[in-house]
């Protein structure tokens, strides 16, 4: 564990173009300054998926400008909680850090109407995970 007050927390999928971005999304808007947050991908695609990009918007969260970022061992060394999103084996494992899975469809080549229950579970997750670290979720 870091030595700083505020946790840090890496998502990882295999493109970082959906559900790691929906995450990391979702945590920096509902924790606000209180956690650091980080994504990133074992392969990561060249952009964010559109429909993703759309879903947030309907959240009231712009992604947009979000980029996927290749999954460095420095990232995950760096972390306190890292969440994977089906990347698999092509995650790093460093004892003594905290590993979640979250079992997400991925939202790949999937329009927008597909996307939503997924972004919205997400939301679930996000928020269950705040109350782990004891961060209140901002309204």
Not at 103 to 120: H, M, N, Y
Not at 122 to 137: F, M, S, T
Request: include cysteine.
């Amino acid at each position: 564990m870091s030595s700083a007050a505020v946790p840090t927390v890496l998502f990882v999928c295999v493109h970082n173009a959906g559900r790691s971005q929906m995450a990391a999304a979702f945590l920096t808007h509902l924790g606000r300054e209180r956690v650091e947050v980080r994504s990133a991908g074992s392969a990561p695609a060249d952009a964010v998926n559109p429909a993703v990009v759309e879903a947030m918007a309907e959240a009231g969260i712009d992604i947009s400008a979000e980029v996927p970022k290749v999954l460095t061992t420095e990232a995950v060394q760096a972390s306190d909680v890292v969440i994977t999103m089906g990347c698999g084996d092509a995650c790093p494992f460093f004892p003594g850090k905290r590993y979640l899975d979250w079992k997400l469809e991925d939202p790949a080549g999937q329009g927008v109407a597909a996307v939503r229950p997924i972004r919205d579970r997400i939301e679930q997750l996000v928020r269950g995970l705040l109350a782990d670290l004891g961060i209140a979720a901002a309204a």
